[in-house]
């Protein structure tokens, strides 16, 4: 079955239904990738973690998430998503289940690793889908209904999680995340068409890693990956694990005011994330205008994690971390201003690339915030040290301002001369 944005057999409600799949994956995605702030209490307590272990294992499913983007990308391109995601469903599964009945840190991180390689396609799955059925300029909108989607999966992991884990034990849980896998993987292979819509080309079919090295050399890709690795790679490192444990140590937060703080976090993606999709649609047609969104929301969210690395507690720091949180899908309008720049035939590997490189920025967080944090002192009551907390901010914070600070530049540079190796696109480029 072969179909495309121009065949006038697939209908716009098709086309829709097309997209449900993926907008579920989506969530399940987030809801598996942030469970661990949630349980990560129950985990030191079984297994006998320190900081950099917890960070260690959780931070497992981001470098998988990032090895897998490559071959994800070229396999997205060449088998379509429904075949790729199908199975990618069924790898999340056998993590979940090997990740439930580990004993120790080697089954509690392979597994993990396997869920990550899982859900590897949750993002670039959805672009390319999008990408392949339907006109450029509607993207960077179907992105943004994506993350908005996606912050719902988190919602969902974050002050309900914790209210179920009060009845239900943290493999109970998970026990239930890997049942939704499969049904998620069945209703792909209902609703999604097999593709093979855009011949490659020769070179392409002979050498398709060639259009990695492409990608890699465009100053156009660089420009704005490093907004997504920045932006995108603190928001999901901190929401996955450190923020509710800062809550706990800098703002004093207890365990049910954390977590609804964490909810009231996806909630503000949530709602900034159809803002942004309802601008991104106006704005499709106007890349610049699509990048200033993307950048001042950026901006916005840089700012406000600086007036939070400035406070201590009472209700500013849950306010603040909500209100950054409201901005932390701009910098995901990264992947379409990538896509727009490559074929349809390359757009899984753009998108992929993008995801690759965000999520080494994810681990290298997720992991190394552990290691400042542990290098301090731990607390009387065993929590860790507001010093640490408030190192590791201060960090990423400044590695945030250098990535909006090259983009700028590289927005000059771009001006003055193509990027090496720019791939010419006949549609949204």
């Keep these: 079955m072969t179909e495309g944005p121009s065949d006038p057999a697939l209908a716009a409600s098709r086309s829709l239904l097309i997209l449900v799949p993926f907008l579920m994956y989506g969530p399940l995605d987030y809801a598996l990738r942030i469970n661990n702030a949630m349980i990560a209490p129950a985990l030191v307590a079984e297994f006998g973690f320190g900081a950099a272990q917890l960070g260690f294992v959780t931070s497992a499913f981001f470098v998988a998430f990032a090895l897998a983007q490559l071959p994800l990308g070229l396999a997205l391109d060449r088998f379509g998503p429904r075949r790729v995601v199908a199975t990618l469903l069924i790898i999340a599964a056998l993590g979940g289940i090997l990740y439930v009945t580990a004993t ?254 965000l999520f080494v920025a994810v681990f290298l967080t997720q992991w190394l915030t552990g290691v400042v944090i542990g290098a301090f002192p731990a607390t009387a009551d065993g929590g860790y040290a507001v010093a640490g907390h408030q190192a590791s901010l201060w960090a990423v914070i400044t590695l945030q301002v250098l990535a909006l600070l090259w983009c700028m530049l590289a927005g000059r540079l771009e001006a003055r001369a193509s990027g090496p190796g720019t791939m010419p696109t006949k549609r949204g480029g």
């Design 104 to 357: 120790g840190i080697v089954g509690l991180t392979v597994g993990r690793f396997l869920i990550g390689v899982g859900m590897a396609a949750s993002l670039t799955g959805c672009i390319t889908a999008g990408r392949l059925w339907f006109a450029p300029e509607r993207l960077a909108s179907i992105t943004a209904v994506l993350v908005a989607l996606t912050a719902f999966g988190g919602m969902v992991a974050s002050g309900p999680m914790a209210a179920l884990l009060t009845v239900v034990p943290w493999r109970g849980v998970i026990v239930g995340l890997v049942g939704m896998c499969l049904v998620v993987m069945l209703i792909v292979l209902a609703v999604v068409p097999r593709h093979d819509a855009v011949p490659a080309a020769p070179a392409d079919r002979d050498r398709p890693w060639r259009v990695y090295g492409v990608i890699l050399t465009s100053l156009r890709f660089w420009r704005f990956t490093p907004i997504a690795m920045g932006g995108m790679g603190v928001a999901i490192a901190y929401q996955s694990l450190w923020a509710p444990l800062w809550l706990r140590d800098v703002a004093g937060y207890d365990a049910t005011l954390r977590a609804w703080v964490l909810f009231a976090m996806f909630t503000a993606v949530l709602f900034g994330s159809l803002g942004l999709g309802w601008l991104s649609a106006r704005l499709g047609a106007r890349p610049r205008a699509l990048q200033a969104l993307a950048l001042g929301g950026f901006g916005m969210s840089i700012l406000l994690q600086v007036l939070l690395a400035a406070t201590r507690g009472g209700l500013a720091p849950g306010l603040l971390w909500t209100g950054s949180a409201l901005f932390f899908a701009c910098p995901m309008v990264a992947y379409a201003i990538v896509a727009r720049k490559f074929p349809p035939g390359t757009a899984g590997r753009a998108a992929s690339a993008v995801n690759a490189l």
